[in-house]
């Protein structure tokens, strides 16, 4: 293991002192001593190399439990210029009692690694290939701004009852997943990465909850910090920023074959960001023992079919848990603020503001009934990380979707719920990821444009407000997510499984799955409060599952699905949001539990496809301007089963385009603008005009009821042709 070339250190105790001879002090020269308390830790280093890093975890393989499994990290280097860290250590007491002051800088450079393996076993030194995945690819984090840490306590290091303040932030950082596609590198970048925030509260070690840091009080509040924007002087950019970038053909051009990590010249995919100001906010971190199974299941060995299920827990008796949560202020001085845009330079996007429960009052009976005050919110829910070795993985049932007859059977069975991860030839090492229980109950009420920082003619510049809303929120989502190493041909990719749960509606009808657009105009006969109409898909029960694998080739990110299931049963409706006045009539109010009945509802929408495909995120050009930047995506799926079939909301008679097979082709995009959003929808079908692309619904039934048998009507057949769909949404 090679060291730091070069260390400097400077430990400060706080004590000076001017130099004179070995003197008693009289209290007049006492009183002439100044000084500084505390301890000053000061390093720097021009280089750094590890041979190797790695996370160890312990996994169920089959029958065995607790098998040892590793994450690599291979040639780990960091370098750049003033590469250093900074610790001042402080002390303070009052009225009996001690607090704390710690802050820590480091400037890291660019911390590079080679390749990225997950491993069975503790690995010995020069046999570092031995039971290892393939590569996930080379990992590089380029940081242009040092990272900080800022934690005072007033009583002790964690004292659950003693107030304590911290501030962190990584910023301007630069994240590379550089793959080798079989003749060239090419990158998948995170741009410009934020996560900075300063936060109020209590941090403290509880037995069975792990790691709290909690705001507590009501007064107390976590913070999203806006960052300035280094490549535009005087912007800001959001306190948690994601901005996904590609770049292809990464090669030094002085001819060595080693990748080169800079974002000039990369290609904008989306972006997204967060800022403002959360209260009731609380993170939890610890560890997990799930050695019965709970949560994944059991592991799965190789096997015919759905393979068969061992006696040991996919995630072991070792494992790592997280909870985060927190209720977005929607007034003030800090308001949280949601993004999402074009990512690049000349990129347009939408900002949502005002974030506000679904239920505009909670309580609509007696005479000029209060607006709901609460506040948005969102719930982690339990998230678990493991390392895994399994051919499936378990996740909860949907109990709407199980009862939820298509033709003859239902949406989903038990079976769908013990989804596979691969189709490989043995099971590979994998990264686990569960979520259980996930909440984001948001309604954004005030909508509008907005335009990347680099844009600074006036007439490019949307206007700032909006009489608008968006409904974008989830209830109780699961999902499994687990990646591994592939080689496929000579090319890196990263393997890949995905299933995901909603819940459409709870039973009190105060949450809920849906998207929905939100007319905010002021309602006259409501003091001027927004009308609150609605319009769009509404409690949205869905299932979907698959694998396949993700990589970066062709000038795109390119996503392979190998084997996929989608299960939906949903409303699209349109009406006033539960609690809202009417816009004529006295006292006249949408019930709070509108959501749970059938008022309001146009038809209900009972979707099931299988199958495979391909879906690419196609970049905007590098040289984007406004009018070229959007977000792409293009792909195709091969059909093996399906239905769509549309619902008559009160009785449930039922139109069924059952029993679809055939391929669709596709080239999508949304592109943002100045004052409007254009979707555009183009599918082809049968694109390359074969017999086994015909695009078929077998069956067109009625169905009389939700429990009647089918009356078939006859049978769809479309060889060939193409649907192109455009539609501008301007709001007014």
Sequence with gaps: MKIIHFVSCVVAFGYAISAQAMQPLNDVSLSQVSGQDGIVIDSS?????????????????????????????????????DMGTMLKIDTGSNAGSTGLDLELTASLGTLRTETTQICMGAIAPGNAGANCGSSLGALTVQTASPFHAHLKTTNGLFNEDAPATLSAGLENTNIFITQYDGSQFNQGIIKDFNFSFNGEGYIFVDPARGLVMETRDPANALEMV???????????????????????????PSGDPSPVYSTSGAAGVIRGGISGAVTDASLTFRGVNDSAGAIMGNSYSLGAGAGSAGSASVLGSRGLYLNFQGAFLRSGDNPVVLELAHAGNNAYGIGFGNLSPLLVRTDVTGSNPALNTGLAYLNSGDIYFNLINTQSLLLPENTVLNATK????????????????????????????????MDFQAIARDSYFIVSNDVTNPADIPSSSGSWGIGL????????????????????????????????????????????LIDGEPNPNDSGNPTNYYMGLRNIDMFMAGYGSLGFSNGQIGIQIDDFDLAIASQFAAGYLPGSKFRSGTDVYAPVDGFTSSDGVLFGINLKLAGSGNVNLVPAPASSTLATNYTRFAGDLTLTSGAIQLVEPVDGTTLGLDNMTGKIGFDNYIRFQKDSVDFHAELALNPEQTSAGVVRFSNVNLYPDSNAAAQRLGEIAISGGNLVSNLNIKPF
């Design 226 to 252: 806006r960052v300035d924007d280094l490549n535009n002087p005087g912007k800001k950019l959001p306190g948690l920023n994601l901005e996904l970038m590609y770049k292809s053909n990464v090669a030094d």
């Design 45 to 81: 280093f021009s280089e750094a190399s590890v041979d190797r890093l790695y996370l160890e975890d312990g996994a169920g393989v089959g029958n065995a439990a607790d098998q040892t499994m590793r994450v690599w990290t291979n040639g780990a280097t960091l370098s750049g210029d």
């Design 473 to 516: 929120p989830f209830h109780n989502l699961d999902a499994n997510v687990a990646l591994y190493g592939l080689n496929i041909g000579g090319e890196e990719r990263i393997g890949t499984a995905f299933a995901l749960n909603t819940q459409g509606v709870s039973a009190d009808g105060s949450k809920t799955t849906s998207i929905l």
């Design 406 to 437: 298509v033709g003859g059977s239902f949406l989903t069975t038990a079976a769908d719920y013990q989804h596979r991860v691969h189709n490989e030839s043995s099971n590979p090492h994998a990264i686990g990821v569960a979520v259980r229980g």
